[in-house]
């Protein structure tokens, strides 16, 4: 039977290069796949992995219907056999029911990647949407660590190494960024909660203040 399969995990925890093996496994037996994404670190039209893999893909737009762009696709005699949705966290939950729709009425396995709560420990809609939809819900078996060596549950948005929680919910970046560039990191939730991050852990370190100090 097909499914809707959501596949989840922080950042870091390889969701896209488990996208791309799922493609490759089954293009490499002669399956045909749609792929759609939304704001991939690459560029539009990508899926892309920090491995250094990427492949094309559908941009998604806000207004899309999933379900109608497929049927659009094999009504012109082209193939489908499943569909891969990366970035799902920024899909609206209308466009999760499509999904759904095409799991249900096209048969089409859908396989959806994407993390489930944003910088503030919140629901993504399109998360929330597939946790209350999926047929299956896959936790990735990749653990992300917290730079502490813990493992790595909430996704924490930084500017030059601060933790900040107020802003848009979409602001597109990742672990890997320069200084001064609004970047993300994967904690701990205690480290979440006290809002240290690698950077900030590093600077009370090296503080005078938190250093032993000797009598001699």
Same mark, same amino acid.
């Given at each position: ?63 899309? &219907?999933?379900? =109608?762009?497929? +049927? @659009?696709? %094999?009504?012109?005699?082209?193939? /489908?056999?499943?569909?891969?949705? *990366? ?9 999760? &029911?499509?999904? =759904?729709?095409? +799991? @249900?009425? %096209?048969?089409?396995?859908?396989? /959806?990647?994407?993390?489930?709560? *944003? ?24 653990? /992300? ?72």
């Amino acid at each position: 039977m097909p499914e809707l399969v959501f596949f989840s995990g922080t950042m870091d925890c390889g969701k896209s290069t488990l996208a791309l093996q799922i493609e490759h496994n089954r293009s490499a037996r002669g399956l045909v796949g749609m792929i759609f994404t939304r704001n991939d670190r690459a560029g539009e039209g990508k899926l892309s992995s920090r491995l250094g893999l990427v492949t094309d893909a559908v941009e998604v737009a806000d207004d899309q &219907d999933l379900y =109608a762009s497929l +049927v @659009d696709h %094999l009504s012109k005699g082209r193939r /489908a056999d499943y569909v891969i949705a *990366d970035e799902a966290q920024f899909l609206a939950p209308e466009q999760i &029911d499509q999904l =759904a729709r095409v +799991v @249900d009425d %096209l048969g089409l396995d859908v396989y /959806a990647f994407g993390i489930t709560t *944003d910088f503030r420990s919140k629901l993504f809609p399109g998360s929330q949407r597939l946790v209350e939809l999926a047929d299956r819900i896959e936790v990735l078996q990749v653990e /992300a660590l917290c730079w502490c060596g813990a493992r790595a549950t909430h996704n924490a948005r930084t500017i030059d190494g601060e933790m900040v929680v107020e802003g848009a919910q979409v602001v597109v970046g990742d672990v890997n960024h320069a200084a001064g560039e609004i970047g993300y990191e994967v904690l701990c939730r205690r480290h979440h909660r006290r809002r240290m991050t690698a950077a900030t852990a590093r600077a009370a370190a090296l503080s005078p203040d938190v250093l032993p100090v000797s009598s001699g």
